[in-house]
């Protein structure tokens, strides 16, 4: 098969591909947040969660669901701005993923890939990059949302 990479294109195309990779597993993994709540330990992510409370209106007590599980709609992650962290990254995870295949496919296939196609590509990635590691403020409002002021556990 002929390739349209260099070794060093065909190093970046495998590192790209782990890195798009990892990032992805991070962002649909629900474990950014590890605490308790109700004596229950609990996580969640920009859109999972585990271990979670639910209003039972029959007994009317707070219990915990523990499972996990996503939002039950877009409108129901706890803020604004963990909304638009769950879009950035996921964004920034699609970005990484496009060059990623897009350098193994260069592997396989000639004149794929050539040295303007290469660059747009690198900044394709960064921008992925910028975006799969971006959270502003929204984590750290989030935390405030969720721990209050002190640090601690969470709840």
């Known amino acids: 098969m002929a390739s349209s990479l260099t070794c060093a294109g065909v190093v970046w ?47 009317q007590t707070t219990v915990m669901v523990e499972q996990c599980g996503r939002y039950a709609s877009f409108q129901a992650i706890p803020s604004a701005e963990w909304r638009i962290c769950t879009v950035v990254t996921g964004l920034g995870c699609g970005l990484l993923l496009l060059v990623a295949l897009t350098a193994l496919m260069g592997c396989c296939v000639s004149e794929l890939i050539s040295r303007t196609v290469g660059r747009v590509a690198g900044g394709i990635q960064f921008l992925g990059g910028k975006c799969s590691c971006w959270d502003g403020m929204g984590a750290f409002r989030l935390l405030i949302y969720v721990c209050g002021d002190s640090p601690g556990v969470l709840g």
């Open 13 to 59: 195309a495998f590192l790209s591909f782990l890195c798009a990779a990892a990032s992805c597993v991070g962002f649909f993994m629900p474990y950014w947040l590890l605490g308790s709540q109700l004596e229950k330990s609990v996580s969640f992510g920009t859109f999972r969660r585990c271990s979670y409370p639910v209003r039972d209106e029959s007994r």
